[in-house]
């Protein structure tokens, strides 16, 4: 079975681990403008080749689609040979606040006539199919639901699923709400507050969350080099954030440590949100958004 991922994040570098385990033969829709789509590639799925999306839709016998909902709208599927198994969700952490980008079977039909779109692999979490993936047969499998309003293609995906290590469970279209996740959750979000009530005593930093995976991946460098990345280290324990900011140090990062009340400048609506700065850029940058945080 030759398998066709677009999108190559978490979700989509998990199905992709699973699928070359399964020994299907796998292609990547490229990046050509990404610079380091080439790197991630290479790290997390060798066994993949990248290639352009309309040689992967003329070539795949399923097509994954593991893309946040709002790049779907740019992406033309009519000429997919195969089926689609539609992973996405309409999930605001991924895939920002506009339930617009919902894609349901009316709106696939609409979009992309003539397509078998089969929703499927978007309700667990990329490290929960990492984890749960057991052999056909194995007792307790966890199930995943596959479903669509074109047969065929449900079976075509259930075999699919079934090879990556779940019972796949078909069921009708109009089921696919079902596995959503039920839309916009802000509750999560962890501040030092939230923090010092939840695990009195635990000495909580944070960092590391505010680059990229494949930037973390890319970036780091020898303590020393020139021209190094930093990552901010805030918290309100000063020989905890030094205790993690010799851990940064010792991944490839110039640590630059700041308060706690600096956190939300770190979070993805913040100012230092995936920006490469050295240690002097990201130290202007704190006390730039804290005073701007304490002037509001
Ligand atoms: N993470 C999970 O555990 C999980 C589980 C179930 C379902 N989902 C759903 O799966 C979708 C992807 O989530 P994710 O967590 O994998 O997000 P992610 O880690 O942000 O990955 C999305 C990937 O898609 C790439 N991308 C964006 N536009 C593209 C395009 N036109 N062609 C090819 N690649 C493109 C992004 O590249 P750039 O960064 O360069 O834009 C990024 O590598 C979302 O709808 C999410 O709700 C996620």
Do not use: C
């Not at 993949?48 to 893309?67: H, M, S």
């Not at 195969?82 to 996405?88: C, F, H, N, R, Y």
């Amino acid at each position: 079975m030759t398998v066709g991922l677009i999108g190559l994040g978490k979700l989509g570098s998990a199905i992709g681990r699973l699928t070359a385990e399964a020994g299907h033969r796998i292609l990547v829709a490229d990046r050509p403008d990404d610079p380091v789509f080439g790197l991630v590639l290479e790290s997390v799925l060798p066994e993949a080749r990248a290639v352009p999306l309309a040689e992967l839709l003329q070539e795949a016998d399923v097509v994954v689609l593991a893309v946040p909902q709002p790049a779907l709208a740019g992406l033309d599927l009519t000429a997919a040979r195969g089926i689609v198994v539609d992973a996405t969700n309409a999930w605001e952490y991924t895939d920002g606040p506009d339930s617009e980008h919902r894609m349901d079977a009316d709106v696939w039909a609409a979009r992309a006539p003539g397509v078998r779109v089969v929703k499927s692999l978007n309700h667990a979490a990329y490290a929960e199919l990492l984890a749960d993936a057991r052999e056909h047969g194995a007792a307790g499998r966890r199930a995943l639901a596959v479903v669509g309003s074109d047969d065929d293609a449900v079976a075509r995906a259930s075999a699919y699923v079934d090879s990556l290590g779940f019972d796949p469970v078909p069921g009708p279209s109009a089921a696919a709400p079902l596995l959503e996740p039920d839309g916009p959750d802000s509750e999560h979000r962890m501040d030092a507050d939230v923090w010092a009530a939840r695990a009195p005593g635990v000495r909580v930093v944070k960092s590391l969350n505010h680059a990229a995976y494949a930037e973390l991946l890319a970036d780091a460098r020898e303590h020393g080099a020139a021209g190094r990345r930093a990552l901010a280290v805030v918290g309100s324990d000063d020989d905890a954030v030094a205790r993690a900011s010799a851990y940064v140090d010792s991944l490839g990062f110039d640590p630059v440590p700041g308060p706690s009340a600096a956190a939300p400048l770190l979070e993805p609506d913040g100012p230092v949100f995936g920006v490469r700065l050295d240690a002097d850029g990201m130290r202007a940058a704190l006390a730039e958004g804290l005073e701007a945080d304490s002037a509001r």
